[in-house]
């Protein structure tokens, strides 16, 4: 039993391969693309919505909801990269009901490319948010002496991020192929069932992580401009 699908290669030339892990990353980049296109394009205000249209609303606006509870801020800056991670996890752990598919969130390497992405990110917009030096200041506190261990801080965190993603989605698969080994159908079913649950929770906690930490990169400018306000 092939424990991550980057032991799949489907294509070998020399030292670059082709595994299950980039085949079906970029199948969903696809789908999700044609998918974002076909739900758009007839977008509309007047009060008949199509299914699609009210779906994908109901989405965003939940999403939304979630960043706002927890940044205290206008969405607008964090939606695209939150809402983005959410659906790529939630999309690629859905999938796992059709045969033979891998989900790429069981391999190490995408669960490490997305917490980068969050590692890379968090910065970012805590600089847009306050300018980089009230940002690279929040490394010093409470004394100059906590810089190493607030970069340690940082650093473990995306990596708890990565190999917690990929041991929940691993464990899942793991479990389910076990159980099909040794018992009946329908209780593999089950599984599979909890395990479509499982993923979906965690894209949830991925994406919701993810915004906590920016939202912890912004709250020294949500300070000042409270102190300031106060002024």
């Given amino acids: 039993m092939k424990i991550s699908p980057d032991l799949i290669i489907f294509w070998q030339w020399g030292d ?133 261990f607030n970069i340690i801080g940082e650093i473990s965190r995306t990596l708890a991020l990565a190999v917690r993603l990929f041991g929940n989605i691993m464990s899942g698969s793991m479990i389910a192929g076990i159980l099909l080994s040794v018992t009946p159908l329908f209780f593999p079913v089950i599984m599979q069932a909890l395990g479509l649950l499982t993923g979906l929770v965690q894209a949830y906690i991925f994406a919701v992580l993810a915004m906590v930490y920016i939202a912890s990169a912004i709250q020294t400018h949500k300070r000042k401009d409270t102190k300031g306000a106060e002024h």
Avoid: D, H
């Fill in 16 to 148: 670059v391969t082709l595994n299950a892990t980039i085949v079906f990353t970029w199948a969903i980049m696809a789908f999700l693309t044609i998918s974002s296109w076909i739900v758009t394009r007839k977008l509309t205000t007047e009060t008949k919505l199509s299914r699609w249209q009210n779906i994908l609303e109901i989405l965003v606006t939940w999403i939304q909801g979630q960043i706002q509870a927890i940044s205290q801020r206008e969405t607008y800056r964090y939606l695209p990269f939150i809402g983005t991670l959410f659906i790529f996890i939630a999309v690629s752990n859905l999938l796992a009901i059709i045969p033979w598919y891998q989900a790429p969130t069981g391999s190490l390497s995408t669960t490490i490319a997305l917490a980068v992405c969050v590692f890379i990110a968090t910065p970012l917009f805590g600089i847009m948010e306050g300018g980089w030096k009230a940002y690279f200041r929040s490394y010093l506190k409470p004394t100059f002496f906590m810089l190493p």
